[in-house]
Every structure is written in C-alpha cells, then in structure tokens.
C-alpha cells in the first residue's frame, strides 16, 4: 500500500481544514487507517483510526470532537476533518495504513506498516 497524504496548510486558530489521504493498490477497503501528527523533537503521536469497513472510528483524546476521520473505500482514499483548531494542533501529519489486512487499528505507530509522507499543518494563534 502506498500513501500520500496532502490538504496541510496555514490557518487561524479556529479554522478549519481537511487532509486527505490517497491510497494506491486494489485492497485499500482491508486495511485499517489511522493519522498520527509529529512536531521537531517529539514522538509521533497518535490522531485517529478507522476500521477497515469504516464501522469504527477512535481519537485522541486532545481532538475529540472537533476531529473527524472518515473514508471512502472506492476513491481509495480516507480523510481527516479538522475544526476549531489550535496552534498546538500544528505539527506534520502523517496517514498510515495497518500492518497486514483485515488487522484491528490501533494507538500505537508500531501497528501501522504503511505510512504516507506527512503534510505540513501550521496553526496561528
């Protein structure tokens, strides 16, 4: 599976933006996704999941609703809605697809075998 996830830019505490995550390969539908965010000399740490069918969804406590990860299996694709954000929001993020198909999504980086290139998401105050 190869990712590229894009939809990163500037915006004011408050705004709104939506990442998007483009998947290649015909088995995208059996791969559970998650977004993890990283800033300069931290962990990368864990945003969000769904399930591979889209039935269940998970969040970080920190963006639980004003975040929302959906997907779309026939565009191969799986997107981040992001409202009412804050500058420590910013960071770069990353979507990341689950190590084997049909495998339970998790919190933790090391569940994920797939990840996209990061985009950059900068939130001013």
């Known amino acids: 599976v190869q990712l590229q996830a894009y939809g990163g830019g500037l915006v004011q505490a408050g705004g709104s933006l939506r990442l998007s995550c483009a998947a290649s390969?015909?088995?995208?539908?059996?791969?559970?996704m998650g977004w993890f965010r990283q800033v300069p000399g931290k962990e990368r740490e864990f945003v969000a999941a769904?399930?591979?069918?889209?039935?269940?969804?998970y969040y970080a406590d920190s963006v639980k609703g004003r975040f929302t990860i959906s997907r779309d299996n026939a565009k191969n694709s799986v997107y981040l809605q992001m409202n009412s954000l804050k500058p420590e929001d910013t960071a770069v993020y990353y979507c990341?697809?689950?190590?084997?198909?049909?495998?339970?999504?998790?919190?933790?980086?090391?569940?994920?075998?797939?990840w996209g290139q990061g985009t950059q998401v900068t939130v001013s105050s």
């Open positions: 990341a697809a689950v190590s084997v198909p049909y495998k339970a999504v998790g919190v933790g980086v090391h569940e994920y075998g797939y």
């Open positions: 390969g015909r088995t995208f539908s059996s791969y559970g």
């Open positions: 769904i399930s591979w069918g889209g039935s269940r969804t």
